[in-house]
T-cell receptor, first 110, second 108 residues
């Protein structure tokens, strides 16, 4: 089992550009999550999904959109990237208190 | 408001015991988890307490007192590989809310 995978691992964007981050899990989990982590900080929840076709806002949803068209995939979109969105993005899947995280995507917006 | 408070840094020596405390203030409470993260890598799940008391998993134990809104993670027989960040995490329904993290440095 691959667990949770994220694509890409690194990306540099210019302000105003858009991009999509892909997360895939092979554990048949209903719940999937997108977090961001800034230097020296904990993880902050952006959006999450409790099942195929459903999404919900987390703590910091502004500037991001998500889609869960298939149970195993959860996509995070940045509509118009801003320097404040420079961060490490983690995807996770799981059940309640136990979540499994992907390796992260390091995004820099210049 | 909702908050999780934990120390930002802790230092200990190899072979020792260290306790990382977490106090919380939340409108609802479903349980307290602990996650470990090495050098910005993927966080990994360590333990979970839904009820008061101690949960033990090998060298790691976690404790919860709901009346005191307090929990801690206890690491015994510290090893160099335990140097990492440790997060207390509050569960609200299907969401996890992370604390700021405690950076543990283990010295020889």
């Amino acid at each position: 089992n691959a667990g949770v995978t994220q694509t890409p691992k690194f990306r540099v964007l210019k302000t105003g550009q858009s991009m999509t981050l892909l997360c895939a899990q092979d554990m048949n989990h209903e719940y999937m999550y997108w977090y961001r982590q800034d230097p020296g900080m904990g993880l902050r929840l952006i959006h999450y999904s409790v099942g195929e076709g459903t999404t919900a806002k987390g703590e910091v949803p502004d500037g991001y959109n998500v889609s869960r068209l298939k149970k195993q995939n959860f996509l995070l979109g940045l509509e118009s990237a801003a320097p404040s969105q420079t961060s490490v993005y983690f995807c996770a899947s799981g059940i309640n208190y136990e979540q499994y995280f992907g390796p992260g995507t390091r995004l820099t917006v210049t | 408001g909702q908050s999780l408070e934990q120390p930002s840094e802790v230092t200990a020596v190899e072979g020792a015991i260290v306790q990382i405390n977490c106090t919380y203030q939340t409108s609802g409470f479903y349980g307290l988890s602990w996650y470990q993260q090495h050098d910005g890598g993927a966080p990994t799940f360590l333990s979970y307490n839904a009820l008061d008391g101690l949960e033990e998993t090998g060298r790691f134990s976690s404790f919860l007192s709901r009346s005191d809104s307090y929990g801690y993670l206890l690491l015994q027989e510290l090893q160099m590989k335990d140097s990492a960040s440790y997060f207390c995490v509050w569960r609200e329904g299907g969401k996890l809310i992370f604390g700021q993290g405690t950076e543990l440095s283990v010295k020889p």
